[in-house]
């Protein structure tokens, strides 16, 4: 009998962090059942709607090839912490996943930060994208490694099967061939029908994984868009795959709490008192600092 592979479910409101992580470290990904409440849900889907509608999904891209790997019906909103107020604090914030960076990305780091906050909508008609591992925007980071990202596909509609959940193939970042270039992975077999697991799970709910695991958006059979957030953390001395000073620039970010600023890596990376050095600093100062003293 063929089994098929599956994704472990924490109810995010009484999941224990410590208890999450070892599932985390044992699968490479869980689903938070609820991580956002259907309050905070209407409220980033009201203030990302208008955007999100008039996104063109066949807007030029920076390299063919993301235009490609997203395809022609996906609609995508970058820069959502400065679109919305609500993903900035309600979503990005959250102390669930901040408590997990905590376990997956602070050894390694004096502080992580945000690499990336999408809305995504895959409407009617999105093929599969193809699996892949988020790591490999650092493929030039020496291996072995440590963890660099922790990444979560929340959904802001029912995600299901048919309309596209995110495809996850569970223990692929204990797999050999993760020491490969990422031409050297994408050479390898794909995984079988029976690795892979699909993210169903109720708007509000999250699937949180590693850089490591392989995954990939699913296809949308039905005439539902898929409407989902990338959210993205990643080491704090790594280069972010957006650039979040300038989606989020300082007149916006000054309006946001400290925290969601310090996220966005408008603080300094300190590792003096880990027998390093900084990174970050304007001026010899701690730009979220100059911040908060309305001085950037």
Avoid at 52 to 79: R, S, W, Y
Avoid at 126 to 138: I, K, P, S
Avoid at 169 to 190: C, I, K, T, Y
Avoid at 264 to 273: E, K, M, Q, R, T
Wanted: with cysteine; charged share 20%.
């Amino acid at each position: 009998m063929t089994v098929t592979a599956k994704i472990e479910h924490f109810q995010a409101l009484t999941a224990d962090p410590v208890a999450v992580h070892a599932i985390i470290e044992r699968d490479g990904a869980v689903i938070l059942e609820g991580l956002l409440s259907t309050e905070v849900v209407a409220r980033v889907n009201d203030e990302v709607g208008a955007v999100l509608d008039d996104a063109d999904p066949d807007a030029e891209l920076f390299n063919p090839i993301m235009k490609a790997f997203h395809g022609p019906c996906t609609k995508q909103v970058t820069g959502a912490c400065a679109i919305s107020p609500t993903f900035a604090t309600e979503v990005m914030c959250h102390p669930l996943l901040l408590a997990l960076c905590d376990r997956i990305l602070l050894p390694s780091c004096a502080r992580y930060q945000l690499n990336l906050g999408h809305l995504l909508q895959r409407g009617p008609g999105a093929d599969e994208q193809l699996l892949h591992r988020d790591e490999a925007v650092w493929s030039d980071v020496p291996k072995p490694a440590p963890e660099l990202q922790m990444a979560t596909v929340i959904a802001f509609v029912d995600f299901t099967r048919e309309n596209g959940g995110t495809r996850i193939v569970p223990g692929s970042h204990r797999w050999p061939d993760r020491s490969l270039s990422p031409a050297e992975q994408f050479a390898q077999p794909p995984p079988r029908a029976e690795q892979i697991a699909y993210a169903e799970m109720s708007a509000g709910s999250a699937v949180v994984y590693t850089g490591g695991t392989i995954h990939a958006g699913g296809s949308n059979t039905t005439e539902i868009p898929r409407r989902g957030a990338h959210l993205s953390y990643c080491l704090g001395w790594l280069r972010t795959e957006e650039n979040n000073y300038l989606a989020v620039p300082p007149a916006i970010a000054a309006k946001l709490p400290r925290k969601a600023q310090e996220l966005l890596g408008y603080a300094v990376h300190d590792s003096i008192p880990r027998g390093g050095g900084y990174l970050g600093m304007v001026h010899m100062q701690d730009p979220v600092e100059l911040l908060g003293r309305d001085e950037l």
